[in-house]
């Protein structure tokens, strides 16, 4: 049981760093769309950017010892069916969306800029 997804953060020298979880998986689109609006001061600095995603996501669970986990090049565990696995590369700015998952030989099935990745899945902000 558990509602599974991952999300990709390609990093300098090409290397994809995992972040799977185990209960959030349908929401991740939202969560990563949030988490990229509040890195945006960061995008230039990949090391930070990168951290901000991952600590937005994850939020006040980082003392659960179960939930989230961290990979390198290969995604963690998969709803079946999966749910998109969203994979962002801080340059040049897209986030490709790959369905049902990302395989390093398989194309994206949709490529977004930040900006309209934040605007589609993003929650609505009141003004």
């Known amino acids: 049981m558990g509602d599974r997804g991952n999300v990709g953060i390609i990093q300098p020298g090409g290397h994809v760093l995992f972040l799977y979880t185990h209960w959030t998986g349908s929401q991740l689109v939202t969560d990563l769309a949030q988490a990229l609006a509040v890195a945006e001061p960061r995008w230039n600095d990949i090391t ?5 995603v ?6 006040d669970q980082w003392d659960n010892p179960s939930g989230y986990g961290l990979s390198i090049d290969t995604p963690g565990d998969t709803e079946q069916p999966p749910h998109p696995t969203p994979v962002v590369s801080f340059m040049p700015r897209p986030v490709s969306v790959y369905a049902p998952h990302w395989a390093p030989d398989v194309g994206a099935a949709r490529v977004h800029t930040f900006h309209k990745f934040i605007e589609l899945y993003g929650p609505l902000i009141e003004s």
Request: proline share 0%; hydrophobic share 45%.
């Open 54 to 59: 991952i600590s937005q996501i994850i939020g």
């Open 48 to 52: 930070y950017a990168t951290r901000i």
